[in-house]
């Protein structure tokens, strides 16, 4: 089931940025990054792209 978030289509702010880079630096999944960040798959995946991010997919 999917969660919803109460943080429905808020801007990123800087600290979120630096801590998305921080966290597909140690390799974490998509959803562990979208849950530590309170946001949803969709959008976290949005902002990698927009950062020319990579995320790694879990095996």
Excluded: C, D
């Excluded at 880079?21 to 927009?50: C, D, N, P, Y």
């Amino acid at each position: 089931m999917a969660k919803k978030f109460e943080r429905h289509r808020q801007p990123w702010t800087p600290s979120e940025t630096s801590k998305l880079h921080l966290l597909v630096g140690k390799g974490m999944s998509l959803q562990a990054i979208a849950i530590s960040l309170t946001r949803s798959e969709e959008s976290v995946q949005k902002q990698a792209k927009a950062e020319k991010l990579k995320i790694s997919k879990m095996r």
